[in-house]
């Protein structure tokens, strides 16, 4: 196949990555430990810990779940927590245990959590004490065998911990009552578990390092199988992108998205503890007030996010204050960055927003703009090493460059499959390795790729297609708008007609003046045939708009 974006890569990046240069996750955690010892590895709450701190805790953790759960290589354990210090000492402690770790939603419903519980085979879970009364309704129809429970502050100096476990539980009322069956605390574990030596357990590239689910846009999650391979292919990916930037200084990464999403997970916690650097952790992003005011007190010089994230870092009128002579990149993905947004963030900071482009089911970064780019392109990038990225139709044929269809990924990150689902699997990856991942884009002749939307997202108008990315992006450029979802309304004339739920920041904005503004940006058939005012759209918890909840609100009344 034609590799048109090798003639646009940055000289420094190498077309081809090498995965046998680490065998596991596990692997490239013992080397970084290594070589950082005593440089800090997390911060939170104020309390920082060193790469030998994290050592100690894993090992400890680690020896805990082999030596007195009797665990067993292969074995799942969930873990639900917010980002806290006791979050990447749990992925890592399972990880040298030579487990699996299922990443799972802390705000999960109980339906939701059992599903997953299930469909896993999880048999311990390590749970944060403000959600255990939704394990409590389900836990005796899981496998759950074993859970350890965690306070926020457990971590933290003894004073400062109490303090702020005694507000959460007492004060802000944040910890409803449960009632689980002979749980361990996470410090007892520790205890327990400094009582084994303990040796990181060997895995390799074909074992299993996480079930990260993903789906739940149409019916139940599914556990996408992201072996040591996939994981440690995409850190060198990551790694060969930024390097020049990173080298071999140390610094400061802001991790707002939680590390239960793929993205916060590989980009932030691991990409970065290859390089030795600290991840700030910041436990309650929406806190928009309380996210400033630590970004004010703090050096840092790189913060990832999503478009809202960023929407509503720039919306807060103290965030021109921050201190941005230090900083060296902002990374956005997850969903589409919007160009207001971009364009706003490199007014205020001074640097471009680097948009890259990913799926849970490639580990998960796919594509990513050149970090010396020196404008936002609206563009999600040039493939990545060992990536290659083609444009297909419905029938999975390859597409001529500059035409739509569904971008397809083939690589060493992309995943061995669904857990134990191997319909779902067949459609979304073909015989040769292509994952099929429903979004819709187009290359153009130098070999950035650039995202439509997602192919059940189009409303289709009139025989013609729209693509809510568009008329959302549009809408965002008006100055009294602060959010939007586009969705696909039943017209009886037209088949579809475009449905816009705006959030607003001038009272005085009308359904008209917002439509006539529409006109000017998009043909009439993508301009809005009724407009919504509401307070605030449903999301993610990384701050993806739900356009299936915006559906099931405004269409179907459910």
């Known amino acids: 196949m034609q590799k ?30 290594e070589k950082f010892g005593d440089l800090p590895a997390y911060t939170n709450f104020g309390k920082t810990i060193s790469y030998s701190d994290v050592d100690n805790y894993t090992a400890q953790l680690g020896a805990y779940l082999k030596n007195e759960l009797g665990l067993e290589k292969g074995d799942r354990v969930a873990v639900m927590m917010p980002n806290l210090l006791q979050n990447p000492i749990a992925i890592f402690a399972i990880l040298r245990a030579g487990l699996v770790v299922v990443n ?70 944040m910890v409803p009552a449960f009632h689980l069956k002979d749980p361990v605390n996470f410090k007892q ?5 400094a009582q084994h030596r303990f040796q990181t357990v060997p895995t390799d590239h074909d074992d299993i390092a996480f079930l990260q689910y993903t789906g739940g846009t149409t019916g139940l999650s599914k556990g996408a199988v992201l072996t040591n391979r996939n994981m440690v292919a995409n850190m060198l990916q990551a790694s060969a992108w930024i390097n020049d930037f990173i080298g071999d200084k140390k610094g400061t990464i802001i991790t707002a998205l939680p590390l239960y999403h793929i993205f916060s997970l590989t980009a932030n916690c691991l990409t970065f503890m290859r390089y030795g650097w600290c991840n700030y952790l910041i436990t309650n992003p929406r806190d928009i007030n309380g996210f400033v005011k630590e970004l004010k007190a703090t050096q840092f010089e790189v913060l990832t996010g999503v478009n809202t994230l960023f929407n509503g870092l720039l919306n807060h009128p ?44 490639t580990s998960p970064a796919a594509c990513m ?13 040039l493939p990545i090493s060992s990536t290659e990225v083609t444009i297909q139709d419905d029938d999975w044929n390859e597409l001529p460059i ?18 134990q689902r191997a319909k779902e699997t067949s459609n979304v990856l073909s015989n040769d390795g292509w994952l099929h991942t429903g979004d819709v884009g187009f290359m153009d ?64 904005l009308t359904e008209q003046a917002l439509r006539d503004f529409c006109r000017e940006g998009l043909t009439s058939y993508k301009v809005p045939k009724s407009i919504v005012f509401t307070d605030e759209l449903p999301k993610t918890n990384v701050g993806k708009i739900l356009r299936r909840e915006l559906r099931d609100k405004y269409i179907t009344g459910t």
């Open 445 to 508: 002749e130098d070999g950035f790729v650039q995202i439509v939307d997602r192919k059940k997202d189009m409303i289709l108008v009139s025989g013609f297609n729209v693509f809510p990315n568009e008329v959302e992006e549009v809408i965002a450029d008006h100055p009294g708008v602060v959010e939007v979802g586009v969705i696909g309304k039943p017209d009886e004339h037209s088949g579809e007609a475009v449905m816009a739920i705006v959030v607003k920041s001038d009272e005085s």
């Open 369 to 381: 703009n050149p970090m010396d780019l020196k404008e936002f392109n609206g563009k999600i990038g």
């Open 318 to 361: 103290d965030f021109k204050n921050i201190d941005w002579s230090k900083f060296a990149f902002a990374l956005g993905g997850g969903m589409a960055v919007q160009r207001g947004v971009a364009e706003r963030w490199k007014e205020v900071t001074g640097t471009t927003l680097i948009e890259a482009y990913g799926l849970t089911e």
């Open 104 to 173: 799972t939603n802390p705000l999960y419903t109980a339906r939701e959590l059992k599903h997953q519980l299930n469909d896993s085979g999880a048999k311990a879970i390590i749970i944060v004490e403000n959600f255990a009364h939704v394990l409590e309704e389900v836990i005796d129809e899981t496998g759950i065998e074993n859970v350890i429970t965690t306070k926020m502050g457990d971590l933290l100096s003894p004073l400062k911990g109490f303090i702020i476990n005694t507000v959460v539980k007492h004060v802000k009322k």
């Open 189 to 193: 574990a520790l205890k327990l578990g």
């Open 4 to 33: 048109p974006w090798l003639k646009s890569y940055p000289p420094s990046v190498p077309e081809e990555i090498d995965p046998n240069e680490f065998s596991s996750v596990a692997n490239i955690f013992d080397t970084s430990i």
């Open 402 to 419: 500059g035409e739509q269809g569904e971008i397809c990924i083939r690589g060493p990150q992309v995943m061995r499959g669904y857990w």
